[in-house]
């Protein structure tokens, strides 16, 4: 079944701008979806409402079963947050970071899940460094792990690859492909439409707030 559900979501900034036009879509369990789309195209609204960050002006989302605006809490246990900016205490430690975070969730320590999470982020021997000691792509593995630190069902990266070399980006696909394999549901937003097809099992194409087709990666390499 879909773990969200989205109907007929609007969103109206207090400048009267209409960044979501009334868009539905369910994402099923342990999928990987892409939200492909230019810049301006909603992209991060509508993650933000999904994660209850942007006050949304009409239609419904659930996370879990549970709804964004009247159970924000639960809803927001389900789900972790990768921003597009990395934002770290620097000079903090790679185990504190992540630590901290989850005990933001109001959640009594795991470091069983800590551990297994940094593990398989490949930061496991890099516990004890300071943030600020990191290369980028490592401080990128640290803001997932932090994501991770409350075991959500649901992971977004937003533009899990801007500005990164070709390298680093090669990483990241493979590092997605190994949270899906770990059962997690994971949504990215790109602007590249083979990062879409490479990353992805599916794919909503999206532009002035509306979303203009959904479609299994095979079929959509066809329509290009
Ligand atoms: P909401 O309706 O969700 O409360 P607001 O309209 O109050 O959101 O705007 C939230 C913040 O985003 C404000 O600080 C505002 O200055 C800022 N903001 C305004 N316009 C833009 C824009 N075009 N892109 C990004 N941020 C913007
Ligand atoms: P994307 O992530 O696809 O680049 P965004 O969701 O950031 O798109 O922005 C969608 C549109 O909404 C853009 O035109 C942007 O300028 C506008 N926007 C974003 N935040 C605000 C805000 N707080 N107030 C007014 N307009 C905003």
Not at 11 to 30: M, T
Not at 107 to 124: C, T
Not at 178 to 183: H, P, V
Request: proline share 3%; charged share 25%; with cysteine.
């Amino acid at each position: 079944g879909a773990i969200i559900s989205i109907t007929d979501l609007r969103k109206s900034y207090d400048n009267g701008f209409q960044a979501l036009k009334g868009v539905s879509l369910d994402i099923e369990e342990g999928e990987i979806i892409a939200l492909l789309g230019p810049n301006g195209a909603g992209k991060t609204t509508l993650i933000g409402a999904v994660c209850g960050l942007v006050r949304i002006t009409g239609g419904t989302v659930t996370v879990g079963g549970h709804d964004v605006v009247h159970d924000p809490r639960r809803a927001r246990s389900q789900i972790g947050l990768v921003p597009q900016e990395i934002a770290l205490d620097i000079f903090e430690t790679v185990w504190k970071s992540v630590r901290y975070t989850r005990g933001l969730f109001g959640l009594p320590p795991d470091d069983a899940h800590l551990e297994r999470v940094l593990k398989s982020l490949s930061l496991w021997d890099k516990r004890d460094n300071q943030c600020k000691e990191l290369s980028g792509g490592m401080k990128r593995r640290v803001m997932i792990a932090k994501a991770l630190s409350h075991a959500p069902k649901v992971l977004f990266l937003d533009e899990p690859t801007a500005g990164v070399d070709v390298n680093l980006r090669r990483d990241m696909w493979a590092l997605v492909r190994e949270l899906r394999a770990s059962g997690v549901t994971v949504i990215l937003t790109t602007h590249y439409i083979e990062e879409a097809e490479e990353m992805a099992d599916r794919v909503a194409v999206i532009n002035k707030g509306e979303i203009l087709l959904v479609e299994d990666k095979a079929h959509l390499m066809k329509r290009f």
